[in-house]
Nanobody, 120 residues
């Protein structure tokens, strides 16, 4: 079927930067919208950033210009560059993709997450 694998998470000090990647593989015909979500313990999962097939972007209110989402369709990869990180950004970050499979199915897929911890 389809798999999404995130990477790039880790421990960073406040004010630091991290770049996340999410690679889609499997029975893919094309990928439409892609997004990053995050979830901290005891919190609801929330949208961090999304990017459409046309490369239009949208960000959560808390981003405030600090993050940039991008995609490389040839590599079937979506990126999230995070700068000026704050302790409140600590969460598991999940990739989501809307996929048209080789079997002409239109389905949503989620990665298993990568942990981002911002702490001094």
């Amino acid at each position: 079927q389809v798999q999404l694998v995130e990477s790039g998470g880790g421990l960073v000090q406040p004010g630091g930067s991290l770049g996340l990647s999410c690679v889609a593989s499997g029975s893919i015909f094309s990928i439409h919208d892609m997004a990053w979500y995050r979830q901290a313990p005891g919190k609801r999962r929330e949208l961090v950033a999304s990017i459409t097939v046309q490369h239009s972007t949208n960000y959560g209110d808390f981003v405030k210009g600090r993050f940039t989402i991008s995609r490389d369709d040839a590599k079937r990869t979506v990126y999230l560059q995070m700068d000026n990180l704050e302790p409140e950004d600590t969460a598991a970050y999940y990739c989501k993709a809307d996929v048209i499979t080789r079997r002409a199915e239109v389905l949503d897929f989620w990665g298993q997450g990568t942990q981002v911890t911002v702490s001094s």
